[in-house]
């Protein structure tokens, strides 16, 4: 059963915009470390955003700062993530994923670390 559920994904044209969602089924997210990363057509998958359960606090990877904000909605055990100003760079399937533990900050760069993953949303920047 899925514990993470995504949407929003779809096809956008060069400077447009998206909002990724993923809500929690079984578990609670509020004081859970979250992520979002992507997997771009043969590369390989990568973090782009995360978010802290115990402070709020946030990191974006350098490419998608100020176009992309991650937020929570803890009332609705849901993540999101806006996309906004999107280049064909961006094309990749995007997956949610959490990290069970509770930490001041957060941190994308060991992907190993989350331990439940959303289904994954493809989402195409194309013209």
């Known amino acids: 059963q899925e514990q993470l559920v995504e949407s929003g994904g779809g096809l956008v044209q060069p400077g447009g915009s998206l909002r990724l969602s993923c809500a929690a089924k079984?578990?609670?997210?509020?004081?859970?470390?979250i992520g979002w990363f992507r997997q771009a057509p043969g590369k390989e998958r990568e973090g782009v955003a995360c978010?802290?359960?115990?402070?709020?606090?946030?990191k974006y990877t350098d490419s998608v700062k100020g176009r992309f904000t991650i937020s929570r909605v803890n009332a609705k055990n849901t993540l999101y993530l806006q996309m906004n100003s999107l280049k064909p760079e961006d094309t990749g399937i995007y997956y949610c994923?959490?990290?069970?533990?509770?930490?001041?900050?957060?941190?994308?760069?060991?992907?190993?670390?989350?331990?439940?993953w959303g289904q994954g949303n493809l989402v195409t920047v194309s013209s």
């Open positions: 978010i802290s359960g115990a402070s709020g606090s946030t």
């Open positions: 994923a959490v990290d069970p533990t509770v930490q001041p900050t957060c941190d994308m760069t060991d992907s190993h670390e989350y331990d439940y």
């Open positions: 079984e578990f609670s997210l509020d004081y859970y470390t």
